[in-house]
């Protein structure tokens, strides 16, 4: 059976017990439960490894010059350009110096290929003309009709046997 206190929301009592964050009161309730569950004991016992793990642990001195070479560094990023702070996480390393030529040759093919074609001029026309013309070809084709109209009437009285019945 699984112990209640190790689960999820109960973690944090187990994890404030063996940072010794944990009232005496409460720790004292904890530790009569640890001597009856073995797996809340393992999981102590675990933390108490960890934390004196930690305690023997010394941190490296940090240099002398560490201060002076992270302010630096900070001054030297606020100086760079949005470009460059946009673009630099994403290029290789050895691609960064060519970046830009090859940008601006995308820019100047895309110019190319997509710029509008000059428009063709239409010669000069008057609107008068031009409705002129349009009721010109009106006629004409009307005509065309009403010869076509003649010659059907034409070829039906020439061959009466064709006529449907």
């Given at each position: 059976?699984?112990?209640?206190?190790?689960?999820?929301?109960?973690?944090?009592?187990?994890?404030?017990?063996?940072?010794?964050?944990?009232?005496?009161?409460?720790?004292?309730?904890?530790?009569?439960?640890?001597?009856?569950?073995?797996?809340?004991?393992?999981?102590?016992?675990?933390?108490?490894?960890?934390?004196?793990?930690?305690?023997?642990?010394?941190?490296?001195?940090?240099?002398?010059?560490?201060?002076?070479?992270?302010?630096?560094?900070?001054?030297?990023?606020?100086?760079?350009?949005?470009?460059?702070?946009?673009?630099?996480?994403?290029?290789?390393?050895?691609?960064?110096p060519a970046?830009?030529?090859?940008?601006?040759?995308?820019?100047?093919?895309?110019?190319?290929?997509?710029?509008?074609?000059?428009?063709v001029g239409?010669?000069?026309?008057?609107?008068?003309?031009?409705?002129?013309?349009?009721?010109?070809?009106?006629?004409?084709?009307?005509?065309?009709?009403?010869?076509?109209?003649?010659?059907?009437?034409?070829a039906r009285?020439?061959?009466?046997?064709?006529?449907?019945?």
């Amino acid at each position: 059976m699984e112990c209640p206190i190790q689960s999820r929301e109960n973690a944090d009592l187990l994890l404030a017990y063996c940072a010794r964050k944990l009232e005496p009161r409460t720790a004292a309730i904890l530790e009569r439960h640890m001597e009856s569950c073995p797996d809340c004991r393992a999981f102590g016992d675990e933390q108490r490894s960890v934390w004196a793990a930690l305690d023997r642990w010394d941190a490296q001195p940090v240099s002398p010059v560490f201060d002076r070479r992270l302010y630096q560094r900070l001054e030297a990023e606020e100086h760079r350009g949005w470009w460059d702070r946009a673009v630099r996480p994403w290029l290789p390393r050895a691609w960064r110096p060519a970046f830009p030529l090859a940008a601006a040759s995308v820019l100047v093919a895309a110019v190319l290929l997509f710029r509008s074609p000059a428009p063709v001029g239409f010669p000069e026309t008057n609107q008068a003309e031009a409705v002129d013309m349009d009721l010109e070809r009106v006629e004409r084709t009307l005509d065309d009709l009403e010869m076509l109209r003649q010659l059907n009437l034409m070829a039906r009285v020439e061959a009466p046997s064709l006529q449907p019945m």
